[in-house]
């Protein structure tokens, strides 16, 4: 087992190499928490060494973002800065890649009013809608990966005092990451070749359908013509191989916006910009939801439909099997990045435009006519167990099975 400060300077190097990929001249921004200011430099020095032009770091303080939550007028929160959206769009434009360290404290605006989260949740959406094009449509290589700051690290270890939940996040970082295997970039290449093989036996299928049956959940899902399943690394527009996230254990594509029949229940608590919505239904009607309820959070879940019509509607399916390292770790994270690969899931929102054929190159209508939702939101939410199974309908209208008891009904290879 490596060090500590060694394995941080492995984590540093692999989200550069593996995760944006970051090529000799490219650009890069970086989100970061400002706790993560001794990791950031690190991931900085990395960048530089693999030749980045510049590094750009927005940061951000949740304390900060708490005052500003809190005392704000309204039309601050309703207005998104357009001197950064502007900036922002300048770097993707210019092929800057995009890297953001994701530690969240999961409960940081429990207290907040919920239209005041919906006014600058719906802001940064609109003003920042073409620089999320360049991400979603994987114009510019970016990557998504875990900082265990304090706050995050004692929701997920509340029993360990600050400083020893954060250690032992580190440790589950690392290794669920494979930063703690002998040659982490080896170990990435081989987990996306699996990955690689789950997802060109589903391209192969071409199931217009998807089954979902388990303890809540009966639910149908058509996929679109052309969908195209994609997981692990993924490919730039500029032929740039990079990992979206890590860790990552899913394949995924989109679901048709308008053909979801049936109900589906949550089996693991969904963080939403800074709320807990827990143990929820949701009812379908021909891509909509139609009704819903939920143990804790319903107020937040509400909010989240209510965002705008996409919202309603489901832009991602994902299969992960429930014997990922993840699951077996046994912990709720609390944090979407890590819980997701934990479960199979869907997502309420905006659908990724590469998950089917030439979405890239469609404009909004075309993209509805084919079934591609669109919202300021994509909010993935976990509803796999080792009770799920799912069918696969083909064309012809043959039922293949696709998950039993939760895990792979086919063998690859
Ligand atoms: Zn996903
Ligand atoms: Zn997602």
């Given at each position: 087992m490596v060090n500590h400060a060694d394995a941080m300077k492995r984590y540093a190097k692999l989200v550069i190499e593996t995760g944006v990929n970051l090529q000799e001249g490219q650009g890069l921004i970086i989100n970061s928490p400002v706790e993560a200011a001794e990791f950031t430099r690190m991931v900085v020095k990395e960048a530089y060494q693999a030749g980045a032009k510049n590094v750009h770091?927005?940061?951000?303080?949740?304390?900060?973002?708490?005052?500003?939550?809190?005392?704000?007028?309204?039309?601050?929160?309703?207005?998104?800065?357009?001197?950064?959206?502007?900036?922002?769009?300048?770097?993707?434009?210019?092929?800057?890649?995009?890297?953001?360290?994701?530690?969240?404290?999961?409960?940081?605006?429990?207290?907040?009013?919920?239209?005041?989260?919906?006014?600058?949740?719906?802001?940064?959406?609109?003003?920042?809608?073409?620089?999320?094009?360049?991400?979603?449509?994987?114009?510019?290589?970016?990557?998504?990966?875990?900082?265990?700051?304090?706050?995050?690290?004692?929701?997920?270890?509340?029993?360990?005092?600050?400083?020893?939940?954060?250690?032992?996040?580190?440790?589950?970082?690392?290794?669920?990451?494979?930063?703690?295997?002998?040659?982490?970039?080896?170990?990435?290449?081989d987990h996306n070749e699996t990955l690689r093989q789950a997802r060109e036996y589903l391209n192969g299928k071409q199931y217009k359908q998807l089954i979902y049956r388990?303890?809540?959940?009966?639910?149908?899902?058509?996929?679109?013509?052309?969908?195209?399943?994609?997981?692990?690394?993924?490919?730039?527009?500029?032929?740039?191989?990079?990992?979206?996230?890590?860790?990552?254990?899913?394949?995924f594509t989109m679901p048709h916006k308008y053909g979801v029949n049936g109900t589906v229940k949550s089996t693991k608590p969904l963080s939403y910009s800074g709320n807990l919505i827990e143990n929820f239904s949701l009812t379908f009607e021909d891509g909509k939801v139609v009704s819903f309820s939920a143990e804790k959070g319903e107020e937040t879940l509400q909010r989240l439909l209510d965002t705008d019509e996409g919202s309603r509607r489901l832009g991602e399916v994902a299969l992960v099997p429930h014997e990922s390292p993840i699951s077996q770790s046994k912990i709720i994270f609390f944090n979407t990045l890590f819980d997701e690969n934990a479960s199979c899931h869907l997502a309420l929102g905006k659908a990724y435009p590469t998950n089917i054929e030439n979405g890239p190159e469609m404009d909004k209508q075309q993209l509805d006519e084919h079934g591609v939702n669109d919202s300021l939101n994509h909010e993935d939410f976990m509803m796999g167990s080792a009770e799920l199974d799912i069918d696969g309908v083909k064309k012809d209208g043959s039922i293949e099975p696709i998950f039993r008891n939760g895990s792979w009904a086919i063998s690859f290879s």
């Open positions: 770091i927005e940061w951000n303080d949740e304390t900060l973002t708490y005052l500003k939550m809190k005392n704000a007028p309204m039309e601050v929160l309703e207005n998104y800065p357009k001197w950064k959206a502007q900036g922002l769009e300048e770097m993707v434009k210019d092929g800057y890649a995009l890297l953001t360290m994701y530690g969240e404290n999961p409960d940081l605006l429990k207290d907040i009013d919920g239209k005041r989260i919906a006014a600058i949740n719906k802001a940064g959406g609109e003003a920042l809608s073409t620089y999320r094009d360049y991400i979603m449509n994987d114009k510019v290589c970016w990557s998504l990966v875990g900082y265990p700051t304090v706050s995050w690290s004692k929701k997920v270890f509340p029993e360990l005092p600050a400083e020893e939940a954060q250690a032992t996040l580190w440790e589950k970082i690392f290794s669920i990451t494979r930063v703690d295997q002998d040659d982490p970039a080896k170990a990435w290449a388990a303890e809540g959940t009966d639910l149908t899902i058509d996929l679109p013509e052309n969908h195209i399943w994609h997981g692990g690394s993924g490919v730039s527009a500029g032929g740039i191989v990079f990992n979206p996230n890590m860790p990552t254990e899913e394949v």
